[in-house]
């Protein structure tokens, strides 16, 4: 287990001046294979994990610990794969340099990409599906397609682990089911945390899960069960039902306090 440990959080407390305590008590372990879930209400602190792991959030207390073969080291490469509506397409760059610009500086501010590191962008892109499309612009490009593109920039460095947060948004159906395939190849080289609000698709993928709702529930295998669930969302109880390729989740009828009852149907 020590050897195969990257991440170690530990009684992690996160907030803002206006939010204290988004985080309370978060503990988790992350190994090399894994590919691990994260779940949870809106507001339940998923996004705040994630900047706290990637180091853009000072936690108030506890602890985020990285390591390499066993060892603690204090940088670790993380591949990040953001919300596709973070990302700004009428910017002028192409599809080569966005899966370029993953690559790490070596230790120049300024890098010059070398013939290699083209070949790289060549490998990637081969392999994700999107080689005809490297001379484009990311305008030019779906939802799906610029989904794959992001991926590869995640990986292109060979990262430890990616993050990926809520990448199957914006994106048909039929791209979802041949994007997650993708990260199931990518699972044998590289450990994956894929947060997703859409529970049924998280179980049918993922080898682990972990609801955060200000603190953590951790349930080893994806085989849950729907007191887990209930328990672990607390205030908004779901139910898994099976749809199609992927099996998808409804969020039942619940009371928010000062709101009136309502559901919400999340069929995807």
Not at 69 to 85: C, R, V
Not at 188 to 215: E, F, P, R, Y
Request: proline letters at 5%; one cysteine or more.
């Amino acid at each position: 287990m020590q050897m195969n440990k990257l991440i170690d959080i530990n009684n992690l407390t996160v907030g803002y001046e206006n939010k204290p305590n988004v985080l309370k008590d978060v503990s988790l372990t992350i190994c090399k294979d894994d590919f691990l879930g994260i779940i949870g209400p809106n507001g339940g602190g998923k996004t705040t994990l994630l900047k706290a792991i990637l180091g853009l959030i000072k936690p108030q207390s506890g602890s985020v610990t990285f390591y390499d073969h066993g060892q603690k080291t204090p940088f670790l490469n993380i591949g990040y794969l953001p919300q596709i509506n973070q990302i700004d397409k009428k910017f002028p760059i192409s599809v080569s340099e966005v899966i370029l610009s993953g690559l790490k500086p070596s230790g120049h501010f300024f890098r010059r990409y070398a013939s290699k590191d083209k070949q790289k962008v060549k490998g990637v892109a081969e392999r994700l599906g999107v080689e005809q499309l490297l001379s484009r612009s990311i305008g030019e490009l779906s939802g799906g397609q610029l989904q794959r593109v992001l991926l590869g920039r995640a990986i292109i460095d060979s990262p430890k682990l990616i993050i990926l947060d809520e990448p199957s948004t914006y994106v048909d159906k039929l791209f979802e089911t041949n994007f997650y395939k993708l990260l199931g190849d990518i699972n044998k080289d590289i450990a994956i945390m894929l947060v997703s609000h859409d529970v049924g698709t998280i179980i049918s993928l993922v080898k682990n899960i972990a609801c955060v709702n200000q603190g953590l529930h951790y349930h080893s295998g994806s085989n849950i069960s729907q007191e887990w669930l209930n328990n672990a969302y607390e205030s908004c109880p779901i139910e898994i039902l099976g749809h199609g390729a992927l099996p998808h989740r409804v969020l039942l009828q619940h009371d928010h306090p000062d709101t009136e009852p309502h559901s919400h149907d999340e069929m995807r």
